[in-house]
């Protein structure tokens, strides 16, 4: 076999462990960051500080009855959460975390770190994370339950609503990178503009990326967007009616399209794998500070901002935060036009 | 061959996910068999050297029309289709009439094949002329679209402008606003 | 090598498809799908075309006719819920009379 080849498949596999590593963790670290901003311990019990906390969940998860209401259509009440997790594995498909590396010379050609590089990256990103609204929705359908029904109606209108902001906020950096490649964009962020300022997209796009990230949560259904699952009003949302592995499910597939946006984020406004200190074979871990610092961002607003109404929400993102986006995108075309010409 | 193999693979999905949609009752499987049909679709195009129109296909069709579908049916909560419903006292659905509609369907189904097999200068794969390059650069794309086309583009936007006033103006209940 | 034949029979199946469905099914949600197959199917040959000419010109009629299926199916899923708000039905043969 090919050296290229296994180390290719090795990158390919990491990723995917990394992906449902970072679920696991995701989950315990709310849960802490939670306790902590509440002035509690959190989870505690399990491991040294709790630290084995997921597994005990996963396993209390997987000796539970799998239950369906009588109601409920038997095909799509286990599509939707196949659905959904599958469509949150494959969006982080485009997506690269590292620089090319030899592995410290083992390699003849460098392998990229990243499952795939394909000329319209970002693109698939957005599709495939688009994709996984029919997940919920579908959930909300099948269940044959008002809450969940309701769950589900929420979901697709907020986020159809907010995929708008979210493209075009997209959409004023392809513009700034001039490609449609992530791992491009990426490498165009390289350098330091003033001797100082790494030359990061967020100094150019800060408006860009502060629609990102709300959008992002509205996208990825947290708190304060939480509509879909508003435990207050609706039980659990679309949700209500899931039980054992096919409730796991749907968190899980949560948390890595948390994992995802975060770490386009990354590569798009923070500079990916570009940092100083490190030399570029180490970028990897400049990737994952800022991926963690977003992620840690998510938590905190989470147990911060308490949820809005569904009505202040639509007025929100259609009103505010694409006129906003739609504007950002025009400055940003007006001035890639002055100063390229 | 594998890309022969793909091909067959997912115009067969796409064939059989089609016949799906109009062969079973319930509306809601429709929709997702025309999301699992647009999927299949995409994959052709991919192997069509277009991967840019393959990301719209997933992102336009099945990201926001078929959302918009699955949300109406939600909202209507559409029921099953009965066979009940049939209303056969109408001239057009007289069984003579139907059989020769049927006659005639297949008789053009014959014809199409036959003018398919026999045409000249379809054979030798589509991939033969032209560089891949070109026909899957987003740019080329782009430029075409924003100087040739331009016109046409501007024109669809006041199409979507009006589709758009015209969605909320029907949709609306009457006596509600003004 | 796929000849250019085999993507055009795979269009006219699913054009035929589309047809079929447009006049067998008596559910207007599912005929809109139905037309939705059909503007699919002229797609794929759009497409399929361009590559075969090596021109981008196809695949940009395809985006047209996108947009086109955009507004089609924001209006015609209008029209759909004002007829279902008048008969509580997606029957086509129930909106037989033109004065309501």
Request: aromatic share 12%.
């Given at each position: 076999?090919?050296?290229?080849?296994?180390?290719?498949?090795?990158?390919?596999?990491?990723?995917?462990?990394?992906?449902?590593?970072?679920?696991?963790?995701?989950?315990?670290?709310?849960?802490?960051i939670?306790?902590?901003?509440?002035?509690?311990?959190?989870?505690?019990?399990?491991?040294?500080?709790?630290?084995?906390?997921?597994f005990?969940?996963?396993?209390?998860?997987?000796?539970?009855?799998?239950?369906?209401?009588?109601?409920?259509?038997?095909?799509?009440?286990?599509?939707?959460?196949?659905?959904?997790?599958?469509?949150?594995?494959?969006?982080?498909?485009?997506?690269p975390?590292?620089?090319?590396?030899?592995?410290?010379?083992?390699?003849?050609?460098?392998?990229k770190?990243?499952?795939?590089?394909?000329?319209?990256?970002?693109?698939?990103?957005?599709?495939?994370?688009?994709?996984?609204?029919?997940?919920?929705?579908?959930?909300?359908?099948?269940?044959?339950?008002?809450?969940?029904?309701?769950?589900?109606?929420?979901?697709?209108?907020?986020?159809?609503?907010?995929?708008?902001?979210?493209?075009?906020?997209?959409?004023?950096?392809?513009?700034?990178?001039?490609?449609?490649?992530?791992?491009?964009?990426?490498?165009?962020?390289?350098?330091?503009?003033?001797?100082?300022?790494?030359?990061?997209?967020?100094?150019?796009?800060?408006?860009?990326?502060?629609i990102?990230?709300?959008?992002?949560?509205?996208?990825?259904?947290?708190?304060p967007?939480?509509?879909?699952?508003?435990?207050?009003?609706?039980v659990?949302?679309?949700?209500?009616?899931?039980?054992?592995?096919?409730?796991?499910l749907?968190?899980?597939?949560?948390?890595?399209?948390?994992?995802?946006?975060?770490?386009v984020?990354?590569?798009?406004?923070?500079g990916?794998?570009?940092?100083?200190?490190?030399?570029?074979?180490?970028?990897?871990?400049?990737?994952?500070?800022?991926?963690?610092?977003i992620l840690?961002?998510?938590?905190?607003?989470?147990?911060?901002?308490?949820r809005?109404?569904?009505?202040?929400?639509?007025?929100?993102?259609?009103?505010?935060?694409?006129?906003?986006?739609?504007?950002?995108l025009?400055?940003?075309?007006?001035?890639?036009?002055?100063?390229?010409? | 061959?594998?890309?022969?193999?793909?091909?067959?693979?997912?115009?067969?999905?796409?064939?059989?996910?089609?016949?799906?949609?109009?062969?079973?009752?319930?509306?809601?499987?429709?929709?997702?068999?025309?999301?699992?049909?647009?999927?299949?679709l995409?994959?052709?195009?991919?192997?069509?050297?277009?991967?840019?129109v393959?990301?719209?296909q997933?992102?336009?069709?099945?990201?926001?029309?078929?959302?918009?579908?699955?949300?109406?049916?939600?909202?209507?909560?559409?029921?099953?289709?009965?066979?009940?419903?049939?209303?056969?006292?109408?001239?057009?659905?007289?069984?003579?009439?139907?059989r020769?509609?049927?006659?005639?369907?297949?008789?053009?189904?014959?014809?199409?094949?036959?003018?398919?097999?026999?045409?000249?200068?379809?054979?030798?794969?589509?991939?033969?002329?032209?560089?891949?390059?070109?026909?899957?650069?987003?740019?080329?794309?782009?430029?075409?679209?924003?100087?040739?086309?331009?016109?046409?583009?501007?024109?669809?936007?006041?199409?979507?402008?009006?589709?758009?006033?015209?969605?909320?103006?029907?949709?609306?209940?009457?006596?509600?606003?003004? | 090598?796929?000849?250019?034949?085999?993507?055009?029979?795979?269009?006219?199946?699913?054009?035929?498809?589309?047809?079929?469905?447009?006049?067998?099914?008596?559910?207007?949600?599912?005929?809109?799908?139905?037309?939705e197959?059909?503007l699919?199917?002229?797609?794929?040959?759009?497409?399929?075309?361009?590559?075969?000419?090596?021109?981008?010109?196809?695949?940009?009629?395809?985006?047209?006719?996108?947009?086109?299926a955009?507004?089609?199916?924001?209006?015609?899923?209008?029209?759909?819920?004002?007829?279902?708000?008048h008969r509580?039905?997606?029957?086509?043969?129930?909106?037989?009379?033109?004065?309501?």
């Open positions: 076999m090919d050296l290229l080849l296994i180390a290719q498949l090795g990158v390919i596999g990491l990723t995917f462990f990394m992906l449902i590593n970072a679920s696991a963790i995701l989950v315990l670290a709310e849960r802490k939670m306790g902590f901003m509440q002035q509690r311990y959190g989870p505690y019990l399990v491991g040294p500080h709790g630290m084995l906390q997921p005990a969940d996963i396993i209390k998860l997987l000796m539970k009855e799998e239950l369906r209401p009588k109601g409920a259509d038997k095909w799509l009440f286990t599509l939707a959460p196949m659905l959904s997790i599958t469509a949150a594995f494959a969006a982080f498909a485009t997506v975390w590292g620089a090319e590396t030899t592995l410290f010379g083992l390699l003849d050609e460098p392998v770190l990243g499952v795939s590089d394909v000329n319209v990256g970002i693109l698939v990103v957005f599709a495939i994370t688009s994709m996984g609204v029919y997940g919920i929705v579908l959930a909300g359908w099948a269940s044959n339950s008002k809450y969940s029904l309701f769950g589900g109606l929420r979901a697709s209108a907020q986020m159809i609503s907010y995929e708008l902001s979210y493209a075009t906020s997209l959409a004023a950096v392809i513009l700034l990178a001039g490609s449609l490649s992530l791992r491009e964009v990426v490498d165009g962020q390289s350098g330091v503009w003033l001797g100082f300022i790494p030359s990061w997209y967020i100094f150019l796009q800060p408006v860009g990326f502060i990102y990230m709300i959008a992002g949560v509205a996208e990825t259904n947290r708190a967007f939480d509509f879909p699952e508003a435990e207050q009003e609706l659990a949302g679309y949700n209500t009616e899931y039980s054992s592995v096919r409730f796991a749907f968190p899980q597939a949560e948390y890595i399209n948390m994992t995802t946006m975060a770490a984020a990354t590569d798009l406004y923070l990916g794998w570009h940092g100083p200190f490190l030399p570029p074979e180490y970028g990897w871990i400049w990737f994952l500070l800022k991926v963690g610092a840690f961002t998510y938590i905190w607003v989470r147990w911060t901002v308490p809005y109404r569904y009505d202040q929400l639509m007025r929100f993102g259609w009103k505010w935060l694409f006129p906003a986006s739609v504007i950002n025009i400055v940003t075309a007006a001035l890639v036009l002055y100063f390229n010409a | 061959m594998p890309e022969t193999l793909i091909f067959y693979a997912l115009s067969g999905f796409a064939i059989g996910a089609s016949a799906m949609v109009i062969g079973q009752r319930n509306p809601m499987y429709s929709v997702m068999m025309l999301i699992a049909s647009f999927g299949a995409a994959g052709l195009y991919v192997q069509l050297d277009a991967p840019f393959a990301v719209a997933i992102i336009i069709y099945a990201g926001a029309i078929m959302v918009l579908f699955l949300f109406v049916v939600m909202l209507l909560n559409a029921p099953k289709e009965d066979g009940s419903e049939w209303d056969r006292s109408h001239p057009l659905r007289q069984p003579a009439v139907v020769l509609g049927g006659l005639l369907a297949s008789l053009l189904v014959v014809q199409l094949g036959w003018a398919l097999l026999s045409a000249r200068g379809l054979g030798g794969g589509v991939a033969a002329f032209g560089d891949a390059e070109t026909v899957s650069s987003v740019r080329v794309l782009g430029r075409v679209l924003f100087s040739e086309y331009v016109f046409a583009f501007e024109a669809t936007s006041i199409l979507i402008l009006v589709a758009m006033v015209g969605a909320v103006v029907l949709a609306r209940r009457e006596g509600e606003g003004s | 090598m796929i000849p250019l034949s085999h993507y055009l029979i795979v269009s006219a199946i699913l054009f035929g498809i589309g047809t079929t469905g447009v006049l067998v099914r008596r559910n207007l949600i599912t005929i809109l799908l139905s037309i197959i059909m699919n199917a002229v797609n794929l040959t759009f497409i399929a075309f361009g590559r075969q000419l090596g021109s981008v010109d196809g695949q940009i009629i395809v985006f047209f006719v996108m947009t086109v955009a507004a089609e199916a924001a209006v015609g899923l209008a029209i759909v819920i004002g007829l279902f708000r509580e039905s997606l029957n086509p043969d129930a909106f037989a009379s033109l004065k309501w």
